[in-house]
């Protein structure tokens, strides 16, 4: 029951269904789950360790609030960590892995969450080919943070389908970069692509009431 509330509520923080900002009160969430305030003290402590739930001066808790100058930072970072991972994928990774990059060639584009979901995954395995699991670890926090941005900067219908179009194509040619080895082309494209995700993040994050 405990994992269970706290997969839970962690889900809903990262689908934004929980909303940056968003009070979590620990009487009405023992409620919800039809259970004492013990595990959901305990799922609260595990998600502000994740820097997804913070303590209000009232000593409740709420949803770590998204903003900018956190978004620059998570897609700085990104950017230093993706472009090291993909010109030693390009140096290093078997033949077989680089093939197994083009089932990652398409992906679901009917909602957010699902191509949200193909976005993770995609780049979380390439920080797995980098055989570097210093770098899969600091990826896979730098990723989940990474959603939740965008879930909440891609909010309108039509720029949402624009970004993951662009996504995709961007994935492709980074695919075609790391199947021939050519790693400063791979370098050169994962740099592009992230400073495409850094312009509409950023564009939609000034058009939102949740940024704090």
């Known amino acids: 029951m405990r994992h269970h509330i706290f997969s839970e509520l962690r889900d ?20 919800r789950f039809g259970v004492s305030k013990t595990p959901i003290r305990d799922a609260l402590q595990k998600l502000e360790f994740e820097g997804l739930v913070e303590i209000t001066a009232r000593q409740g808790h709420r949803v770590t609030q998204i903003s900018v100058s956190d978004a620059q930072d998570i897609l700085e970072l990104r950017k230093i960590l993706e472009v090291g991972a ?8 078997g033949n077989r892995a680089l093939s197994d990059l083009d089932r990652f ?6 909602s957010l969450a699902e191509f949200a ?8 395995h390439l920080s797995e080919l980098s055989g570097n699991r210093r770098l899969l670890d600091a990826m896979r926090r730098l990723m989940d943070n990474y959603d939740r941005i965008c879930v909440v900067s891609l909010s309108m219908r039509r720029t949402e389908a624009e970004a993951m179009v662009a996504a995709l194509v961007d994935h492709n040619k980074l695919i075609d970069a ?35």
């Not at 809903?12 to 409620?31: K, Q």
């Not at 400063?184 to 564009?203: F, G, P």
């Open 86 to 93: 993909v010109r030693k994928i390009a140096a290093e990774a």
């Open 178 to 212: 790391l199947q021939v080895r050519d790693g400063s082309a791979a370098a050169r494209l994962a740099a592009k692509h992230i400073e495409r995700s850094r312009t509409q993040v950023l564009r939609g994050l000034s058009n939102t009431a949740v940024v704090a």
């Open 12 to 31: 809903g923080i990262m689908s934004c269904s929980l909303a940056p900002g968003s009070e979590m009160s620990e009487n009405e969430l023992a409620r």
């Open 105 to 110: 060639r398409d992906a679901d584009m009917s």
């Open 117 to 124: 979901r193909y976005n993770h995954t995609f780049h979380r």
